[in-house]
Nanobody, 118 residues
Framework: QVQLVDSGGGLVQAGGSLRLSCVVTGRIYSSNVMGWFRQAPGKERQFVAATRWGAGNSVYADPVKGRFTISRDKSANTVYLQMNNLKPEDSDIYHC???????????WGQGTQVTVSS
């Protein structure tokens, strides 16, 4: 059974940084994609970033390019989202995900709240 536990959210001032973590219990295959999404209450889920577990190549949503970095530690079955130069509009609940490919996510973390004050 695959489970994802994400953490690392919090309250930070604009311009600050946070690092989110997502620990995966269960097998991850090289072809799997790990992603981060964010969602505010009552709004649609938005893609943030994704990385291929094996190759490590990554993609980012335009609003976070140059500020966020997704990475993975294979030995720890963990994916990270380093968020720098945070803006108030980055405030959301962030969820990690695991899937078969971009847009094909099967498992989700419970979410971690990120709040950026101006």
């Amino acid at each position: 059974q695959v489970q994802l536990v994400d953490s690392g959210g919090g309250l930070v001032q604009a311009g600050g940084s946070l690092r989110l973590s997502c620990v995966v219990t269960g097998r991850i295959y090289s072809s799997n994609v790990m992603g981060w999404f964010r969602q505010a209450p009552g709004k649609e889920r938005q893609f943030v970033a994704a990385t291929r577990w094996g190759a490590g190549n990554s993609v980012y949503a335009d609003p976070v390019k140059g500020r966020f970095t997704i990475s993975r530690d294979k030995s720890a079955n963990t994916v990270y989202l380093q968020m720098n130069n945070l803006k108030p509009e980055d405030s959301d609940i962030y969820h990690c995900s695991l899937g078969r490919g971009i847009g094909e996510y099967d498992y989700w973390g419970q979410g971690t709240q990120v709040t950026v004050s101006s």
